[in-house]
């Protein structure tokens, strides 16, 4: 049986996809033209975060997980402008991966809590 903690939180940030303003499959001036996100636009990213714990009584806090990773966006270790959801799990899994080695991971991140992407990460 594999064991689980999750935290959730948001924070703002304000993005952009340079390529939507040029690239024809997106910027199409028809009802699927979505060239606007070619422009910085603001959301509240919302974070869903799972890590693998070892034990019922929790070998990792989760209030203090959930304030450090928190911590990193607060200090600028990372930073969600220009990202995509992608990009920002990705960042935050590597952060994860450094502090707390050899768990599995999952990390969901969305734009506005409705349109996202998931990455899950599996220790070696």
Request: glycine residues 4%.
């Given at each position: 049986?594999?064991?689980f903690i999750?935290?959730?939180?948001q924070?703002?940030?304000?993005?952009?996809?340079?390529?939507a303003?040029?690239?024809?499959?997106?910027?199409?001036?028809?009802w699927?033209?979505?060239?606007?996100?070619?422009?910085?636009?603001?959301?509240?990213?919302?974070?869903?975060?799972?890590i693998?714990?070892?034990?019922?009584?929790?070998?990792?806090?989760?209030?203090?997980?959930?304030?450090?990773?928190?911590?990193?966006?607060?200090?600028?270790?990372?930073?969600?402008n220009?990202?995509?959801?992608?990009?920002?799990?990705?960042?935050?899994?590597?952060?994860?991966?450094?502090?707390?080695p050899?768990?599995?991971?999952?990390?969901?991140?969305?734009?506005?809590?409705?349109?996202?992407?998931?990455?899950?990460?599996?220790?070696?």
């Open positions: 049986m594999k064991r999750y935290v959730k939180f924070q703002e940030g304000i993005h952009c996809y340079p390529a303003a040029t690239d024809p499959s997106l910027a199409t001036g028809e699927d033209d979505v060239s606007f996100l070619g422009n910085p636009h603001f959301h509240y990213f919302h974070f869903n975060v799972e693998e714990v070892f034990e019922n009584d929790r070998d990792i806090e989760f209030i203090q997980f959930s304030r450090w990773l928190q911590r990193l966006y607060k200090q600028e270790t990372l930073e969600l220009s990202k995509s959801c992608e990009m920002m799990a990705e960042d935050l899994i590597e952060q994860i991966t450094q502090r707390y050899g768990r599995d991971i999952t990390v969901d991140v969305s734009e506005d809590n409705i349109n996202g992407a998931k990455l899950k990460y599996t220790a070696e």
